[in-house]
């Protein structure tokens, strides 16, 4: 018919609207990349735009607001400010460094006898060599365990063995026990004279009822 146009066979392509997504399905997302990520080493933003038909612009947006960084050929990682977190963590667990010797560190005097008693013990089991294994055990520097030693009233001679600060201490200590064994070996003895004595008050108490009984 004239005057009617022919209708066009190509029809109009529909234009894309854009979908508004929620926080949870934002976040599922995220989550996905992540694990994914994990578990395959990269890829996972890839994957994502497979999966739930999101642009990769999209997906590195909602990465990056939720701290999430992503490196070429690598598993996404925390960002800086949480790594740099982790790292403190994990050298305030860790300590000072081997070699240190715990400087700057102040000990108690409870600290200080217990190195003390570790030396003094190590070395009478072993003959020697306490002033290093404490230095080594408690991360000091053998310098501040000799000085800990001598100020103790402990002195260590050549070849590790203790040596008792004060002679004269050794002396009277060596007499007491003399004494205390004199006091002991006294001690028996009075105690098997009172039991002798108790025999004879025995059989005198029995002679004398006997006597009586035949008068």
């Known amino acids: 018919m004239q005057g009617v146009r022919a209708m066009s066979s190509k029809s109009k392509k529909a234009k894309s609207v854009g979908v508004r997504y929620t926080p949870e399905q934002k976040k599922e997302i995220v989550e996905f990349v992540q694990q994914y990520n994990e578990a395959n080493g990269r890829g996972g933003q890839s994957a994502a735009v497979n999966k739930f038909k999101v642009t990769p612009i999209t997906i590195g947006a909602w990465l990056k607001a939720a701290g999430i960084s992503k490196k070429k050929g690598k598993a996404a990682k925390v960002a800086k400010p949480v790594k740099a977190k982790k790292k403190a963590v994990a050298k305030a667990i860790k300590g000072p460094k081997k070699g240190s010797k715990g400087a700057g560190k102040r000990y108690s005097a409870t600290e200080k006898q217990e190195v003390v008693d570790f ?34 009233g402990n002195k260590f001679a050549k070849g590790g063995k203790a040596v008792v600060a004060n002679k004269a201490s050794a002396k009277v200590s060596s007499g007491l026990t003399s004494k205390v064994a004199k006091l002991l070996e006294m001690s028996d003895r009075v105690r098997k004279a009172e039991v ?12 004398k009822a006997a006597v009586k009984a035949s008068i």
Do not use: C, H, M, P
């Open 119 to 152: 030396v003094s013990d190590y070395n009478a089991t072993n003959g020697r060599g306490g002033q290093s294994a404490a230095a080594r055990k408690f991360n000091i520097s053998i310098l501040t365990v000799s000085a800990w030693l001598k100020k103790s």
């Open 196 to 207: 002798e004595l108790d025999k004879l008050r025995a059989g005198y108490e029995s002679l």
